[in-house]
Nanobody, 118 residues
Framework: QVQLVESGGGLVQPGGSLRLSCSAS????????MSWHRQAPGKERELVAI????????NYADSVKGRFTISRDNGKKTVYLQMNSLKPEDSAVYYC???????????WGQGTQVTVSS
């Protein structure tokens, strides 16, 4: 059974930090590109950061470059999102996603809420 379970969300003050984790099971984790997406109320879901399966190359949305860092630990089947210098506009539900584009496989987690507020 495929599972992606996010954790680490919560309430943080502006300028603070959070580290999100996404633990995977039920599929060959190391072969999948992993990404984080977010969706704020009334807005479309957007890509925040992505890390490739091979080589671990990363890419970020312009709005989070220099503040967020995506990483993965294939041995632990976990992908992380370190979020620093958080802003109120970063508030959203954050989802992790696994993609194996060549075979057309795609999985989503259930999401974790991040709220940045004083």
């Amino acid at each position: 059974q495929v599972q992606l379970v996010e954790s680490g969300g919560g309430l943080v003050q502006p300028g603070g930090s959070l580290r999100l984790s996404c633990s995977a099971s039920g599929f060959f984790f190391s072969r999948y590109a992993m990404s984080w997406h977010r969706q704020a109320p009334g807005k479309e879901r957007e890509l925040v950061a992505i890390i490739t399966s091979v080589g671990g190359s990363t890419n970020y949305a312009d709005s989070v470059k220099g503040r967020f860092t995506i990483s993965r630990d294939n041995g632990k089947k976990t992908v992380y999102l370190q979020m620093n210098s958080l802003k109120p506009e970063d508030s959203a539900v954050y989802y992790c996603k696994a993609d194996y584009t060549e075979l057309g496989y795609m999985y989503w987690g259930q999401g974790t809420q991040v709220t940045v507020s004083s």
